[in-house]
């Protein structure tokens, strides 16, 4: 695998796992009557991205690890 194709991947793969991770533990400002002026209810309270970054992180390079695995010692 080249080092352009290996990151293409990983970067294909943390932004699809990025998306799975961005619901996790989100509370809206209406479900916890924090409501800011001039703010959509639903906005976020406390999203907490650098946290959900590095496990999406942690994530990604597990998935990409396995598909590395994969690509180099199983080819057809």
């Avoid at 998306?19 to 976020?44: C, K, N, Y």
Wanted: with cysteine; net charge negative; proline share 8%.
């Amino acid at each position: 695998m080249s080092l352009p194709f290996g990151i293409a991947v990983y970067l294909t793969i943390w932004w699809t796992v990025l998306f799975a991770i961005l619901p996790w533990g989100v509370r809206s400002q209406h479900e916890t009557d924090e409501m800011v002026q001039g703010t959509d209810p639903g906005a976020p309270v406390a999203p907490h991205l650098w946290i959900k970054a590095l496990v999406t992180t942690g994530i990604s390079a597990l998935i990409w690890g396995c598909f590395y695995v994969w690509i180099t010692y199983f080819p057809e």
